[in-house]
């Protein structure tokens, strides 16, 4: 941050959470210790957005003086992989000391082993994973301490890795993916570079899903998110979206290009029209990511050169759940999404029905993609007419009607 800036400012929905905050960071400093904010919280409020929690880092204290100051004050635990985070019960606040490398101990003694309170924070950033993640922020003092530039790369929209110690935790990778897609964010090639040369390892499938559920619930553009799967090679791990690319569709309904473009046309429409309700919008926007995996093996070329995908819906459920189950063993979820990859042709159908004759008696396409979400629903009656609540209109249409905004031409 250059001269004269002013300090990063601190907001979180609820202002309590911040007051609980300030008690952390004042009972360090009254220990002789200095607690510095890290990582998303402080990415976000340099953003001007409001912080969903606090990552509070801590130095100068050894690790069982730290767990004793706040013991005393808050009711703790120890979390996280090896036990390297402090929880505030009741509260989104988590506390550590820089750790000098992992381990696979327990309990406190685990904790005071392996943490480094006298790690400088320049040494603590390079640990981190991306540049706009290094950034810290000491709030009783007003200081920014970014020693990698994270709030240029923030301002220019790119996101960096801080140094090649990145490649040690390769979930970092799909990191990227939802931070790219989450704020829009151009990645450095040399991070694409690197991300080449990772690969996943022994990588637990729950840490998996929690970076592709932030990628469906958040992201803003996630067609930047699925490129850099795409440009990292990361994408051969993910077959069923390899075969997207590059299957021909027809361009008289899909002047965008091949299923690939397609799909990310319809993730960037969904990005725009979440409901809101997290489970909700988990089940839709994976069965938008996944709606046409049944175009590669359906795909055929007629005698008229006429490209058709017949009966792809329902050739998309296996390759849906296969895709899921390899990262979830959540099976009402996935029954849930595979079920409307298999009808998602269906809300066109709907509509038609209603408005083929002129009188489309109060329904409308949007009307018609709700009703049909309905009916997809877990337990649904076959026959139940639906509600009347927007924003399920993602699917092949919805990408098409980005298609013709941005290929006028061809339309």
Known sequence: MASGDPPIVVQMDDPEHWRQGQTVCEAVRAAGGRAL???GCVRDCALGLAARDLDIEVYGIPAARLLELLSERFAIDLVGRAFGVIKIRGVPIDVSIPRSSSGGGRGPEEFERLSDPEMTPEEAAGRRDFTINAIAFDPLAGEVIDPFRGLEDLEAGILRHTTEKFAE???RVLRGMQLAARFDLDVAAETVALCREIEPGSLARER???????????????????GLLRDSGWIRHYPELLALIGCEQDPDWHPEGDVWSHTLHCMDSFA????????????VGLAVLCHDFGKPSTTAREESGR?????????????????????????GLIDEVATLVGAHLAPLQLFEAHSGDGCHGGWDESTAWSAWRERTRPGAHPSSPGSSRRGIGYWSERGRSVSR???????
């Open 37 to 39: 904010l890290v990582g």
């Open 208 to 226: 998996i899903f929690e970076e592709w559920k932030k990628f469906v619930r958040q992201s803003r553009r996630p067609s930047r998110g699925l």
């Open 272 to 283: 725009t029209e979440r409901s809101g309700d997290e489970r909700e919008d988990l089940v």
């Open 405 to 411: 905004q941005r290929h006028p031409s061809t339309s």
């Open 169 to 171: 935790d390769p979930l």
């Open 307 to 331: 490209i058709t995908t017949k009966r792809h819906e329902r050739a998309g459920e296996a390759r849906t759940r296969s895709f899921l189950s390899r990262m979830t063993n959540e099976h």
